[in-house]
T-cell receptor
């Protein structure tokens, strides 16, 4: 199956700093990429939808100035958590949809962010 | 109407038994129903998926049963193994949603040896 790579898998940062997480589709081009947040023992919560070359669409309650999403190419989307605080600590997961648009989404391995 | 309701929240099954997880939806526009398996600290991995034009799909030990009139679908894991212990999420999406999946809350499956 298609592979989505997410980096870094774990990151620890100090409060007030910014952290960038990369999501790459390795063997396909993705029209759309999604970013999710997952708290322990909970389901995935969609944060935003990004399409290459256009602004991301954020879900209600997600601060777009805090969670900056850039979808610069058909294989790369980045999520930057700006001025991170301990409450931003979470598991962030991306997914990508190939051009074929069959509905099938491929997920990255996730990035564990810990803000001290 | 966008919700996907999943049950049970947790499930304990003996090795060799059948694990059954159920999901229900309201939105009749949904036309894609995948199941994802997630191990701790990892991203979800697509297990099996179905579209409304069939009532059942089987891949190895995993079977999806789909009841369009009842707006329900379920995952059956035959001959459950300890390695199947994970959290399982059902999901649904519609063609007009750009692939935006609506996830159930998940079921934590434990298969006892």
């Amino acid at each position: 199956g298609a592979v989505v790579s997410q980096h870094p898998s774990r990151v620890i940062c100090k409060s007030g700093t910014s952290v960038k997480i990369e999501c790459r589709s390795l063997d396909f081009q993705a029209t759309t990429m999604f970013w999710y947040r997952q708290f322990p023992k909970q389901s995935l919560m969609l944060m935003a939808t990004s399409n290459e070359g256009s602004k991301a669409t954020y879900e209600q309650g997600v601060e777009k100035d805090k969670f900056l999403i850039n979808h610069a190419s058909l294989t790369l989307s980045t999520l930057t958590v700006t001025s991170a605080h301990p409450e931003d600590s979470s598991f962030y997961i991306c997914s990508a949809m190939p051009f074929s648009n069959t509905g099938e989404l491929f997920f990255g391995e996730g990035s564990r962010l810990t803000v001290l | 109407q966008q919700q996907v309701k999943q049950s049970p929240q947790s499930l304990i099954v003996q090795k060799g038994g059948i694990s059954i997880i159920n999901c229900a939806y309201e939105n009749t526009a949904f036309d894609y129903f995948p199941w994802y398996q997630q191990f701790p600290g990892k991203g979800p991995a697509l297990l099996i998926a179905i579209r409304p034009d069939v009532s059942e799909k089987k891949e190895g030990r995993f079977t999806i049963s789909f009841n369009k009139s009842a707006k329900q679908f379920s995952l059956h894991i035959m001959d459950s193994q300890p390695g199947d212990s994970a959290t399982y999420f059902c999901a649904a999406s519609s063609r007009g949603s750009q692939g935006n999946l609506i996830f159930g809350k998940g079921t934590k499956l434990s298969v006892k040896p």
